[in-house]
């Protein structure tokens, strides 16, 4: 009681209260930089801002974090061994000397890490967000302070979104000639409202299910007319960070936005590629109850022979507690399911896509959204049931914890190797189509052996003659 009262008076001691309470739903990471997205009212756009060498090419949230940002593109490096191993070889050479590359995807201290060997790789460099949750505001302010051109900030609107992808692609007396995406977005800006900036870049290199998708779907319209390199299907991706990146980041993302416990819950995770198959790993771990839902029938069978029960999502919608789609896929978790599930169901996405649940379907007269804390919300039906939608059906992992840096650098390491090889590949090595990575890569060469071009339809379509085979083989 002694120590109680030595706060002089009750506004002290609410203070107290609110600081310990904020301070517990915090989360100093790339989920949220060391000031919120909603501590400065004032929209970036309308800032006038400048860094210490008198440039104001950017658009960030507070360039006076960038100190801070340092520091953590600085921790992130030491852990990035084989991306800062390929900087080291390379910079000498300057493979992407004259590469003028336009990217966009998470700004994050690794991806922080990775744009900077570009640049030390020869690159000029412009840089937008793929996530509007994802940027760390104080990273993105240190890469602003070294002179990349980056326009992103923690918590834009849609709008902020593709005004900062044109501000990144529309520039006087510059022209990209090279992309770096994640989701497809900024490529699918480009071709629609850039087609002659479009038909004369030189290659793209993608690292998302969801923008590979799209690039199919580009290349099957003959309307791709650049090669394309297809990262995220590279053994290098699959194996590495889509699974184990996935693994340690959906328990982390799921702690810190809802504190739950998941031994003896009920979990459905929807998609048994690499990415659930990381989740479900995890999740087992801990004693949750996993179900898988799967239209793949390879990956249907792994998941029942490791052990998960595979169902229909009707068939449980009604009785689980957590529901994590990953299939890269839109409409996975629809209206229908979200009026079916239980109170206090939590709704979470682990796809690149915010297309997987079907959140624009809740934003209706009759449901209350209710903010919890950053990043989590209550859906209350008329009833009084809630459910609890995490990042607004966005990438859970990036938008509300951190990623583990040493499986980015893999993948970063990927992306910088398949843009150097875009870049410096003589005429007619590419066609206008989508590329895969081989396995393996060439000793007596420089940094990469080539492309492995193979189709994908037609892959799928080998995939599926095994499995119908192995089924009679079990069936007998």
């Known amino acids: 009681m002694q120590e109680f009262t030595k706060f002089p008076t009750k506004t002290g001691r609410r203070s107290l209260s609110r600081s310990i309470s904020q301070s517990s ?31 104001s090419n950017f658009c960030v949230k507070n360039i006076k974090q960038a100190e801070f940002g340092r520091r953590e593109i600085e921790i992130a490096e030491q852990d990035m061994s084989a991306l800062i191993s ?36 020869g690159a000029q460099c412009r840089w937008s967000a793929c996530n509007i949750y994802s940027t760390q505001n104080e990273v993105a302010a240190a890469l602003a302070e070294a002179g990349v ?20 692609v529309n520039m006087d007396g510059w022209q990209a000639n090279m992309i770096l995406d994640d989701g497809g977005d900024l490529t699918h800006w480009v071709y629609k409202k850039y087609p002659n900036v479009f038909k004369k870049i030189r290659g793209i290199v993608e690292e998302s299910v969801t923008g590979v998708h799209r690039l199919y779907q580009l290349s099957k ?31 982390d993302g799921l702690k810190r936005t809802t504190d739950v416990m998941f031994g003896g819950k009920q979990v459905v995770v929807c998609g048994y590629g690499e990415v659930g198959k990381g989740c479900c790993a995890a999740l087992k771990a801990l004693g949750a109850i996993v179900y898988i839902t799967e239209i793949d029938p390879i990956c249907a069978l792994q998941a029942c022979m490791d052990g998960f029960r595979v169902v229909k999502l009707n068939e449980v919608i009604r009785q689980v507690d957590v529901v994590i789609t990953c299939t890269g896929n839109k409409n ?15 709704v979470c996405n682990m796809g690149h896509s915010n297309t997987e649940i079907d959140v624009t379907s809740l934003r209706t007269p009759e449901l209350t959204w209710e903010r919890v804390r950053s990043q989590v919300d209550h859906v ?48 007619g090595r590419y066609k206008q189509d989508v590329y895969l990575l081989p396995k393996k890569m060439d000793t ?24 119908f085979i192995f089924f009679l083989f079990l069936s007998s």
């Not at 990262?231 to 960070?241: G, I």
Request: hydrophobic content about 35%; some cysteine; glycine content about 4%.
């Open 332 to 346: 996975v978790v629809t209206r229908e399911h979200l009026d079916r599930m239980k109170n206090s169901c939590i």
């Open 149 to 168: 051109a980056v326009f992103a900030w923690k918590g834009e609107s849609e709008d902020d979104f593709w005004w900062c992808i044109d501000r990144c």
């Open 25 to 55: 739903t915090d989360s100093y990471s790339s989920a949220a930089s060391y000031t919120d997205s909603s501590d400065d009212e004032v929209s970036p756009r309308e800032k006038q801002q400048t860094n210490s060498k008198g440039s």
């Open 380 to 427: 209350i039906w008329p009833d009084g049931k809630r459910v609890v939608l995490l990042a607004e059906g966005r990438l859970l992992n990036l938008s509300c914890s951190t990623v583990p840096t040493f499986v980015l650098s893999i993948t970063a390491t990927t992306q910088a190797l398949a843009l150097i090889e875009l870049y410096n590949a003589p005429d």
């Open 86 to 121: 390929l900087r080291k070889r390379a910079q000498g050479e300057k493979p992407l000397a004259g590469a003028k590359i336009v990217g966009c995807t998470h700004i994050t201290a690794q991806t922080a890490v990775l744009i900077e060997t570009l640049c030390a790789l």
């Open 221 to 251: 319209a003959g309307k791709l007319c650049v090669p394309a390199m297809n990262v995220n299907d590279s053994v290098t991706k699959q194996k590495f960070d889509n699974l184990y990146c996935c693994r340690e980041s959906i328990l």
């Open 444 to 467: 007596n060469g420089p940094y990469y052996q080539g492309p492995v071009h193979m189709n994908h339809t037609t892959l799928k379509e080998i995939f599926f003659k095994i499995t």
